[in-house]
């Protein structure tokens, strides 16, 4: 129902306009998990559990945050990091396309808050966050859409706000068809830190650390890992007044 159904005729159109149509790469993404979203959850139930190195970078990021800090977990899937996360003392909600990813995660994580919705289109307000999180949920965007998602990261966070962005290293997309025998398929892009860092610093972030894991064998991964921890640069304080007999 719309105001004009409601309320009297004005001359001004208060009926808000629809919403534009997905970009294909998010509709993409949505069908692809909503469709593998039970064998994905099983398949990496226990990834972070088998990986101590990411966990020690989540580790540091919750206290770069510190304790308390509100953060949302973009892409957050079955939400195994965002509830990671909370154990560390982080009040944080996670963010995702997928119904069928968020129905685990509210699922298997009954006191965290989970969301749908599209990291393009945040509904936080500005500086609302301590902290944005998009652990691996960046590959799956364009690069030319790159920079209008960290201007968006960088818009909720609040000034010393902390950004943490995960992803495979590599210079071509790997591409994934009928997984599980689901009748659907997606590419999962790699990207360079220094491509990536550049971006970061060209939407306002400072670069606060770059950490490149080799790729693990005994876990099949077939590339390394990077994570980045940026921060949104905190307001100037004012210079102090000089005190003295010739002030």
């Not at 990671?84 to 990813?101: H, K, N, P, Y």
């Not at 129905?103 to 919705?117: L, S």
């Amino acid at each position: 129902m719309t105001d004009t159904d409601t309320h009297a005729h004005t001359d001004t159109d208060t009926t808000k306009p629809e919403p534009s149509p997905a970009p294909g790469f998010v509709a993409t993404t949505r069908a692809f998990y909503d469709a593998v979203a039970e064998d994905y959850a099983e398949r990496f139930r226990d990834d972070l559990a088998a990986r101590p190195l990411d966990r020690a970078v989540l580790t540091a990021y919750a206290e770069l945050v510190g304790a308390g800090g509100r953060v949302a977990d973009l892409g957050c899937g079955p939400g195994r990091t965002t509830a990671r996360l909370a154990a560390l003392g982080l009040d944080v909600s996670g963010l995702d396309l997928s119904e069928s990813m968020l129905a685990i995660a509210r699922r298997e994580n009954p006191g965290i808050r989970f969301e749908q919705g599209s990291m393009l289109e945040l509904d936080f307000p500005d500086g609302a966050l301590a902290g944005v999180v998009s652990f691996y949920s960046s590959i799956h965007t364009p690069l030319d859409e790159l920079p209008a998602l960290f201007a968006g990261f960088h818009r909720v966070l609040a000034p010393g706000g902390h950004l943490l962005l995960a992803f495979q290293v590599g210079d071509e997309p790997r591409h994934y068809d009928r997984p599980w025998g689901h009748p659907v398929a997606i590419d999962f892009e790699r990207r360079r830190p220094e491509t990536m860092a550049g971006l970061l610093t060209a939407a306002g972030f400072a670069v606060l650390s770059r950490t490149v894991r080799e790729p693990d064998a005994d876990l099949g991964e077939p590339t390394a890992q990077a994570f980045l921890i940026a921060r949104r640069p905190p307001k100037t304080a004012p210079a102090a007044p000089e005190i003295g007999p010739d002030a």
